[in-house]
């Protein structure tokens, strides 16, 4: 079994900063690329940015500049650092991640639950 734990979403003023957490635990062998996707209230899911094992960082255009990800492998977490949030990035926030199980011959994707990320104007 592997689980995806979000934490750290909030209540935060326009402007302000959060600090998401995703944590992979289980019977995981390897994880190669990890990343944050969110979902607004009557929109698709979309992406916001990944990283790969080796730490290469693609961002959304819309965060560009203002959210920072980062993520530590002996600890199989990822952060993602939110700032100088608008009301538009309210969402929920969902972690996920390309996990290579003990005993299993591939790669395979899995989500976290999601965590609620709300700004207010």
């Known amino acids: 079994q592997v689980q995806l734990v979000e934490s750290g979403g909030g209540l935060v003023q326009a402007g ?3 600090r998401l957490s995703c944590v992979a635990s289980g019977s995981i062998f390897s994880i190669q690329a990890m990343g944050w996707f969110r979902q607004a209230p009557g929109k698709q899911r979309e992406l916001v940015a990944t990283i790969t094992s080796g730490g290469t960082t693609n961002y959304a ?6 959210f920072t990800l980062s993520r530590d492998n002996a ?3 990822m952060y993602l650092q939110m700032s100088s949030l608008k009301p538009e990035d309210t969402a929920v926030y969902y972690c996920n991640a390309d996990i290579l199980r003990y005993g299993r011959g591939r790669y395979e994707d899995y989500w976290g639950q999601g965590t609620q990320v709300t700004v207010s104007s």
């Open 16 to 18: 302000g900063s959060l």
């Open 61 to 66: 255009n819309s965060v560009k500049g203002r």
């Open 75 to 77: 600890k199989n977490t």
